[in-house]
């Protein structure tokens, strides 16, 4: 099947082709991008007044199946990804039963083949069942298909483990995501230490129980020679952490979320649970310092950490209240500040968005818009504006705290393979 989309604006960061340009795809992978195509498709899509972009890649998002569908499923949080304009989705591990084997890897991808609409790629755990005290199957997850190994929500407090898990990584060539958080500085705390969690008189966790862990990592992978992508990075000290290992070889990127450059501290004020996260809502200093992160291009990736939570798990007292908030169905439109701000350009936001984590992943035929690429594509337009409707979504839970904010751009269209899988 051939299907042509015409008129649009592309703007292609990996391939830097940015400007009028008509598309081509023939059976799921992109044939030609020129200036004018006259071939005859069996499908037509009018771009006009869109913006033509590689299929957005989101680093780290929790689909919650198995085990928590009542949160999510892989058919609903691929749904929520298109249509927040996301092709790929990398899924963490801490599922019920936890994916630290490969038999729930398979089971990931089963389910993905035949209720999912977007690419997922699994995450598998470093450690059994998350406990941080033994190495899971690595290898056999490697062999079933994982793209990554990673504790997401938990700290691997063993630094001897987290050495021996680079060193495993490395041998089979995964990427290593590093959930960066000394826990006995935290605690059980869910806010920026300071004075928001002094006036509720909620205990709180300093930027040091980041910094430290972020430190620890870019040694032991500088140690072991292993790829480290630190997710959900929130202040400023980790990013200068990172920024410095880069420069001496370390293999080490970074993700910040749409939430974390957006929110800060005050957000919580009222017990706010849907502001409830970990890593926590930081001070506006250290969200000033983010975006700056941005303007000089140290921040690799943006990604969502999309976190399903039912209602009754968030409608309780602060300290019983689930940690975080859906964000595929919004991070386009936060993100999209960024370039309101002239903090970044578009071509840079959507790098970000595809060509950056395409990168880090190693996949070579995504996030870029060239003959012979997969035809992952989405078409947004960036000054359509929208108020955020939480009973619009497509993901199953709704705790999002953007509920009722106007917010620019919107997703049109996303292709993936070829095909439609998300059209306003």
Not at 390 to 404: M, T
Request: charged share 25%; hydrophobic share 40%.
């Amino acid at each position: 099947m051939k299907l042509l989309i015409k008129n649009g604006t592309v703007v292609d960061p990996a391939s830097k082709r940015e400007g009028h340009f008509d598309l081509l795809i023939n059976n799921g992978t992109i044939q030609k991008v020129e200036r004018k195509i006259s071939t005859a498709a069996d499908e037509t899509i009018n771009a006009d007044g869109l913006i033509v972009a590689p299929g957005f890649i989101d680093l780290h998002c929790h689909l919650r199946e198995p085990g928590q569908e009542y949160k999510e499923t892989i058919r609903s949080g691929t749904a929520a990804a298109a249509a927040g304009g996301f092709t790929t989705v990398v899924c963490m591990a801490n599922t019920e039963p936890v994916n630290d084997n490969a038999v729930i890897t398979e089971f990931i991808q089963k389910k993905a083949k035949e209720e999912g609409i977007v690419n997922v790629l699994p995450v598998g755990a470093i450690s059994r069942g998350l406990k941080g005290e033994s190495l899971a199957d690595i290898g056999q997850m490697a062999e079933a298909g994982i793209v990554a190994i990673s504790d997401d929500g938990r700290t691997v407090m063993n630094s001897a483990l987290m050495r021996k898990a680079m060193q495993y990584a490395r041998g089979f060539g995964l990427l290593v995501i590093s959930h960066a958080e000394d826990e006995t500085l935290s605690g059980a705390s869910s806010i920026n230490e300071g004075l928001v969690a002094t006036e509720l008189g909620l205990p709180g966790s300093p930027n040091a129980a980041e910094e430290i862990m972020v430190a620890r990592d870019i040694a032991l992978a500088e140690l072991t020679g292993a790829r480290l992508h630190v997710a959900h990075l929130t202040t400023k000290g980790s990013l200068e952490l990172v920024t410095a290992a880069r420069k001496r070889g370390v293999q080490v990127t970074c993700e910040v979320t749409p939430h974390h450059f957006t929110l800060t501290d005050e957000m919580v004020r009222g017990y706010n649970t849907l502001a409830k996260m970990r890593p926590p809502l930081r001070k506006q200093e250290e969200v000033d310092e983010l975006k700056l992160g941005f303007k000089k291009g140290l921040i690799q990736a943006i990604a969502t950490d999309h976190a399903p939570h039912a209602s009754f798990e968030k409608e309780v007292e602060f300290h019983l209240a689930a940690n975080g908030l859906i964000g595929l169905e919004t991070a386009l439109s936060l993100s999209l500040q960024l370039v309101e701000e002239k903090l970044l350009t578009l071509s840079e936001l959507i790098r970000l968005l595809s060509s950056g984590p395409a990168s880090i992943l190693g996949l070579k035929n995504k996030g870029i818009l060239q003959p012979g690429a997969d035809a992952d594509i989405t078409l947004f337009d960036p000054k359509a504006s929208r108020v955020v409707d939480i009973n619009s979504f497509r993901s199953r839970s709704k705790n999002s705290p953007f509920h009722g904010w106007r917010l620019k751009g919107e997703v049109h269209t996303t292709l993936v393979g070829g095909k439609v899988v998300f059209r306003d």
